[in-house]
């Protein structure tokens, strides 16, 4: 079920954000929801171990549930290396 939250920021950092959302082709909602779920979400390695530029990547990329990176990264390295 979805809430509706009321937020107070800055307006340049609105605006920022709205940007970024529209290029992303998202709603600022799903932006934030992504956000936050990302912050709660459990990991098994400690927030220290990453770096912030990784930290600010972690779920901007949506991947198909039968998405196998081994099979990927196999498929990559056999075009690069005929």
């Given at each position: 079920?979805?809430?509706?939250?009321?937020?107070?920021?800055?307006?340049?950092?609105?605006?920022?954000?709205?940007?970024?959302a529209?290029k992303?082709?998202?709603?600022?909602?799903?932006?934030?929801?992504?956000?936050f779920e990302?912050?709660?979400?459990?990991v098994?390695?400690?927030?220290?171990?990453?770096?912030?530029?990784v930290?600010?990547?972690?779920?901007?990329?949506?991947?198909?549930?039968?998405?196998?990176?081994?099979k990927?990264?196999?498929?990559?390295l056999?075009?690069k290396?005929k």
């Amino acid at each position: 079920m979805d809430t509706k939250l009321t937020l107070k920021l800055d307006d340049r950092t609105i605006q920022k954000a709205k940007n970024f959302a529209r290029k992303n082709h998202q709603t600022l909602s799903d932006l934030v929801e992504s956000y936050f779920e990302n912050l709660t979400h459990e990991v098994h390695e400690t927030p220290a171990e990453y770096t912030p530029v990784v930290k600010q990547l972690i779920g901007q990329v949506k991947l198909p549930k039968q998405f196998d990176p081994k099979k990927e990264y196999a498929g990559y390295l056999d075009k690069k290396y005929k």
